[in-house]
């Protein structure tokens, strides 16, 4: 099926489909299109492993060298057939793939092809054209459901984070699965979820409307093979007698199989077996499965009321956004910080200054975009309260104030009559004398509070002003 750029109101980066698509200006069943991307294909050239081997790796294992980006892959043990069983070489598939323990192999992201099984109203429905990963339905041999496997926790964490980039996540919708009966057995499908990646269920493994067969026997529709990056976790390879299905591989429904500890599977042949195999086996592929909202407005920006702010301690503050453009298709905002101790925040935007210090207040756009604003938000001491003056003698006044908890020390300000204010006093106490004042004269005073973390200053606001005559 020959693959050509479709032109739409989602930017062409991201999709790819067949001729049809465009022809017709919308997917249609079978059509083949491209979004995310995913280790797939491993690296032979010499040339290039040696230079992917002198770069500097990064936390996920990954570089990017010339415009590309590479998986490491680097394995001890193998992978056996079941999880806990034994990791031997006689017990994994990984050696007859070709990869074996103690050796670097390097994959490269590609995009992701994904099979059109719907297109409704600007929402696709779409499964992965190819295997993408092997790997245990549960850890565990348990009774189990697809709320509770393993597997619906990776796709929607692990895969779905590795996968996708802000902007397609944006684009991805958390779909309501409806888990259903083994239909030949009766075994319960658990309750229902709410996922964004999920597997296919017996049923729509045999929706004519999906493009597959009704029967459950051979099914070209339901043959796939596997990327070289799933063959490298041990997945099972069909290598004969039958030619016509060499390279094929087994792959997971999401429906479980004649016990809750079992789970359906595909054949290699296309053949889905619903009696379902052990949940903890290892090398059945993982063809995930998604919807994708084509019509939605994504969010562009996000504007905060502020974007720095200084809080007394105990204080309050009231943020808001402003999410663009106005007919964005979800304007919900996250609001998140960075240390929950300093300021808090709520799921309105109201900041509380919980103690001295720096925090940043950040609002996410809702819809998954990755757009996102800040406020530096500093805490302060409070300000110092009731503070008085009063004439203590004839040429002197006593400044005094609640002590502050906490605090380091104080500052104090003083203006004489109607001239400006200077500092005339730091001091850790709560009250001082101003001696060899003039007579007949109003002086006013200020106080600030302070506080020093390591090397960072934190000062109040100035006190209400507090007056005096001699």
């Known amino acids: 099926m020959a693959i ?32 995310g991307s995913y280790p797939q294909t491993k690296v032979t050239s010499p040339s290039l492993i040696s230079a992917l081997n002198a770069q500097k790796l990064q936390a996920d294992n990954t570089v990017t060298y010339g415009g590309s980006k590479y998986l490491r892959v680097y394995f001890t043990q193998y992978s056996p057939y079941e999880y ?6 006689d017990n ?34 779409v499964m992965a054209e ?7 339905y549960n850890q565990i041999q348990t009774d189990v459901s697809w709320e509770s496997c393993d597997l619906r926790n990776w796709l929607n964490n692990g895969f779905y984070s590795t996968a996708f980039s802000s902007a397609e996540k944006a684009r991805i919708e958390t779909s309501t699965v409806v888990n259903e009966n083994n239909p030949e057995n009766g075994t319960n499908g658990g309750n229902n979820t709410s996922d964004k990646l999920f597997l296919l269920s017996y049923s729509e493994a045999t929706n004519t409307a999906y493009g597959f067969s009704s029967d459950t026997g051979r099914d070209t529709s339901r043959q796939v093979q596997g990327t070289d ?39 290699y042949d296309g053949n889905i077996y619903g009696n379902g195999l052990s949940v903890f086996d290892t090398d059945y592929g993982i063809r995930p499965a998604l919807k994708i909202n084509l019509s939605a407005v994504l969010t562009s920006s996000v504007t905060l009321s502020k974007t720095s702010a200084s809080l007394s301690k105990g204080k309050a503050l009231q943020l808001s956004a402003t999410v663009l453009p106005l007919n964005a298709t979800n304007k919900a905002v996250v609001w998140t910080t960075s240390s929950s101790s300093v300021a808090a925040v709520s799921t309105t935007g109201l900041v509380t200054a919980k103690a001295i210090g720096k925090a940043t207040i950040t609002c996410t756009a809702g819809d998954g975009s990755g757009i996102k604003a800040t406020c530096a938000i500093t805490v302060v001491p409070p300000v110092p309260a009731n503070v008085k003056a009063v004439k203590a003698s004839a040429t002197s006044i006593k ?5 502050i908890s906490g605090a380091t020390g104080y ?19 709560s009250s001082f004398i101003n001696a060899s004042l003039a007579k007949s004269k109003t002086y006013h005073y200020k106080v600030q509070a302070y506080k020093l973390i390591g090397s960072t200053l934190y000062v109040s606001a100035s006190s209400a002003i507090a007056s005096a005559t001699l």
């Open 399 to 403: 400044v005094s104030w609640p002590a």
């Open 229 to 267: 990056y799933s063959k490298s976790q041990g997945l099972y390879v069909y290598a004969g007698p039958y030619t016509s299905y060499t390279g094929n591989s087994f792959w997971w429904l999401r429906t479980p199989g004649n016990a809750k500890s079992s789970a359906c599977v595909l054949y």
């Open 130 to 136: 190819k295997i993408l990963a092997s790997r245990v």
């Open 4 to 35: 050509i750029m479709v032109i739409s109101i989602i930017p062409n980066s991201f999709f790819k489909a067949s001729a049809s698509a465009v022809a017709e200006g919308t997917y249609v069943t079978g059509d083949i299109m491209t979004y």
């Open 92 to 125: 994994s598939y990984q050696d007859e793939n070709g990869y074996l323990i103690n050796t670097v192999y390097w994959f490269k992201y590609e995009p992701i092809q994904w099979r059109v099984l719907s297109s409704t109203s600007g929402e696709l429905f």
């Open 411 to 429: 500052y104090i300000y003083r203006a004489a009559g109607s001239g400006g204010y200077s500092k005339i006093k730091t001091l850790a106490g």
């Open 84 to 89: 806990g069983d034994p990791a031997t070489k």
